[in-house]
Every structure is written in C-alpha cells, then in structure tokens.
C-alpha cells in the first residue's frame, strides 16, 4: 500500500471505486452495479450486500448503462473520498436520465453520517443505508421498487453478519478479509469511526473459525481477522463490549478475548496465513504478542497507528496512550519476535501541533523505524470531536512541510528495513503475477514485505522459499529454491 493512505484503516489507493463482479446466477434478472471507496472494511462489506442482493435476484455487472441498482459503497474518513463519490453520483445522475428506471443507493459510513440529507441535498439518491442495516437491503428495495425513498442508518448492537457468507469478489483467491469486530468505542477526536459504525461488538468465535475452514476449503491461503480495533475483540455470547462488566460469572470465565481468538484461528488451520488490521496501542496486550509468537502460521506484522509522537497532542486526539507506553510495547514486540515488522499511520499537522509536537514524532520514529507507513496531513471530518472543539489552526504549508518530512523520513526506515531481508531464504506465498513482468512471481513473507522472483513451474497459492538477493526500496527480488512445508 501506498503512503498517504486514511486514518483508522489503511486505505489503499489502488483499488478505490473498483467495481465488484460475481459469477452469474442464471435464473437472476436484475443488474447490480456496485463501487467500493475507502478501508478494507468497506469492500468486505461491498462482498457481503453482493450475496444478500444475489438471493434477491441481482446478477453484478461492470456495465453502469444496463444496471437497474447502482449502489456505492462510501468512506467517511477523509474529505476527498466524499468529493469522489459525489462526483460519481454526478455521473450516475447523467446514466439516469437514459435509464430512468435505474435507482441508486449510497451504503456504508457517509450514508451513516449524512444520513437522509443524501435523499434532499443529492436529488439523486433513492436509497441510504448505513453499514449495519444491510440485511433490511431486500426490504429496501422493495421500497424503492415501489416508488418511495428509503433510509435504514440503525446502527446494530449485535454483530450483525455472522450469519451472512460473504461472496468473494474481485478476489485473487489467496487473500481474504474476515471481519471480526464492528464499531469502535475509542473516542480519537479526529475519528468519525465510532458515530458511523456504532458501539463496539464482536462476532461469535464459532461463526469466524466456519469461515476460515470453509476458505481454506476454497483455496484461500491467507485471511487477514479485520475490524476497526482487533484488540479489543471481546466474546461473551454477544451484546457490547461496554457492557460485559454486567456478564454473568459464567460468560465471563468462558469469554474469549482477541489473544484466544488469534490462537483458536492458529489451530484451526496450522498451514493458512493469519494477519489482522487494525491494533490499537492501548488495547494490544501482552498475551497478543505471547500468542504471535507461539504459533508460526500468524504472520509477524503488526499495523500500530501512533498518529503522533508528542504526549501532548495524543491526549488532544484523546489516544489514551504515551510516548513512553507505545515504546514499551514496540519493546516487548522486539523482544519476543525480534524479526516483526511494524507499520504506522501518522497525522502531522493536529490542531495545536508545535514544531516541538512535530520533532516528537519524528524521534519516535527513529525510535521504531517503522517497516512502512500511512500518513497525511490533517483534514477536518465533521462530526467529529475535532472539528466541534478544536480550530484546524496549522497552517496549510506548514502541514505539507510536516508531512514531507515524516515521508522522507519513512522512505528511510522503508528502505533500511526491506535491506535487512537480503541475504535470508524466506517463505513467500505467491499471490499473482509481478505488476513489472509477467515471467515473474509476486507474493510477501510472513513480514508483508512484497518479493518477486522467476515463474518457474510454481504457482498461485503455493508457499515457497525464496532467496532474497538483492531489494529496491520497498520490494525484494530473489529466486525461488523449494516449495516450503507448507505446501
């Protein structure tokens, strides 16, 4: 992924307004045309609104003109994701007018933030649905099938898509995201995260473990557990995680905490590839990394947002972190799986932030040199914290001057941190072809450093030992030399 990328979840930029596209079932009749903007969160979602809609009659198409629902799956994170989807909107409109009978649908966090002004401001929008009320999508449509504009933005106290298998989409059949957590209860100022995606809640371990079997049974090689603060994935038999003081003794004996989940994902399939996105630095516990190190087939990566390095400015973005914390959990992550990488996402420019702000968080990166990173400059997000309470008052040019400093400054550690691979045999699984040359491989190791080497008689999906002879910046190049024994 590239620099540059949103707030609580990575973004990237790659795959922004990739239409989704699904096998056709034959006795389907209708068309959906489905956009995805924003975090990884969002196109997971866009994949299970494709398998609800799929029951109700709906092929996908890439063909905007002949879609009788064109539904775009939005992010609330940053203000250019918002200026790009109206934008489209704009363009739907224009489709529209030759085929009137097109509706159109706004899903995910903007909706859940806009809500109903979607339906008046934007003429052009028949229906608004916020992330967690997607399985009333039928009965929505059957409203706008019937003339009336429809708006469901409840947001679930329960997670609310256990039940439901997503479709893989626009997949390359080794990855896949398993959404673990919705909602978040940590209250960052500069985060819309918790007003659009709710209460913090967890998905029944049973439910998560079904979906990973039956991937590796597709052929999946790789999941990534997601949600908006992994950490703190709390199971009890359902309901809030603010709410499990009031659990009963037994809930609470048999509850499972994100540590256990990661260990049960571990067991369940020793040879698939275990990530996950996004850890929070309050919430990451010792017995998380304890557990990484345990089991070989969780990948040693861990993303770390810090957003800053100053103390002062994290408690004005109301991280419930120090400094001195977040180095005394890269130090037990060194200690005990010395070879973890470490990535970060960085805001520079936070109202109030100082030059002394500012040299705080680049020594906290010398400190971690981080493997890479997501960073930006602060954009005000209504709604939120920040912008109710807080002027953006650094200066635009003085942003951008911050910003290009922790850029050059990661470009640095990037660099020096892809070298330390060189030299070393590591497992790498094969995720497609190389972007730059079709007769080599691409694939990461276990540090999510991308490696490409020659074809050879490999293929996708296999796990195999690569030599890493050389490395530009940000990718290692060697030449594969067995498969591994996870193969």
């Not at 489209?88 to 809500?115: D, H, Q, S, W, Y």
């Not at 957590?181 to 500069?190: A, E, K, P, S, V």
């Amino acid at each position: 992924m590239k620099p540059n990328s949103g707030t609580k979840k990575e973004l990237d930029e790659s795959v922004q307004g990739t239409t989704l596209t699904l096998s056709e079932n034959s006795k389907n009749t209708r068309k959906l045309y489905i956009e995805s903007y924003g975090c990884a969160m969002n196109f997971s979602d866009s994949e299970i609104v494709a398998s609800i809609l799929e029951k109700e009659g709906f092929n996908t198409t890439q063909e905007l003109a002949e879609a009788d629902l064109v539904l775009v799956n939005t992010c609330s994170i940053r203000e250019k994701a918002e200026l790009t989807v109206r934008k489209r909107l704009e363009k739907f409109n224009a489709v529209k007018k030759i085929n009137p009978k097109m509706k159109v649908g706004v899903l995910g966090c903007m909706a859940e933030r806009l809500k109903d002004k979607f339906l008046d401001e934007e003429k052009i929008v028949d229906m608004v649905v916020g992330p967690d009320a997607y399985k009333d999508l039928p009965h929505l449509i059957q409203e706008i099938d019937e003339g009336r504009n429809a708006v469901n933005v409840i947001l679930s106290k329960d997670e609310t898509y256990g039940d439901v298998a997503p479709v893989r989409l626009n997949t390359n059949g080794v990855n896949a995201f398993v959404s673990i957590t919705r909602g978040c209860d940590n209250m960052c100022t500069f985060c819309v995260v918790p007003f659009t995606r709710g209460r913090e809640r967890s998905r029944n371990p049973q439910s998560i473990i079904e979906e990973i079997n039956d991937l590796w049974d597709k052929g999946f090689r790789e999941i990534t557990l997601l949600g908006q603060n992994v950490d703190s994935y709390l199971w009890y038999g359902g309901g809030l995680k603010k709410d499990f003081e009031k659990a009963s003794e037994i809930q609470k004996a048999t509850s499972v905490n994100f540590s256990k989940l990661l260990e049960l994902c571990a067991l369940a399939q020793p040879k698939m590839r275990i990530r996950f996105s996004t850890s929070n630095p309050q919430d990451m516990t010792l017995d998380v990394i304890e557990t990484m190190a345990q089991y070989e087939n969780i990948c040693n990566y861990i993303h770390l947002p810090v957003q800053s390095g100053s103390n002062r400015i994290l408690k004005a973005m109301n991280r419930l972190h120090t400094r001195e914390e977040y180095f005394e959990l890269i130090d037990n992550i060194r200690k005990l799986i010395p070879d973890c990488s470490i990535s970060q996402d960085m805001i520079s420019g936070f109202p109030t932030e100082t030059e002394e702000d500012h040299q705080d968080t680049l020594s906290l990166m010398e400190y971690v040199k981080y493997d890479y990173g997501f960073m930006f400059a602060y954009s005000e997000r209504p709604g939120t914290m920040a912008a109710r309470k807080l002027d953006d008052d650094v200066p635009e040019d003085v942003k951008k001057r911050r910003l290009a400093e922790v850029i050059a400054l990661q470009r640095k550690h990037g660099h020096y941190r892809t070298q330390q691979h060189v030299g070393k045999t590591q497992e790498i699984l094969i995720e497609g072809t190389s972007k730059k040359s079709d007769a080599h491989w691409m694939g990461r190791n276990s540090q999510n450093t991308v490696a490409v080497f020659p074809k050879e008689h490999y293929k996708k999906g296999d796990f195999v030992m690569v030599k890493i002879n050389d490395c530009t910046s940000a990718t290692l190049i060697g030449e594969a030399v067995a498969y591994s024994k996870n193969n």
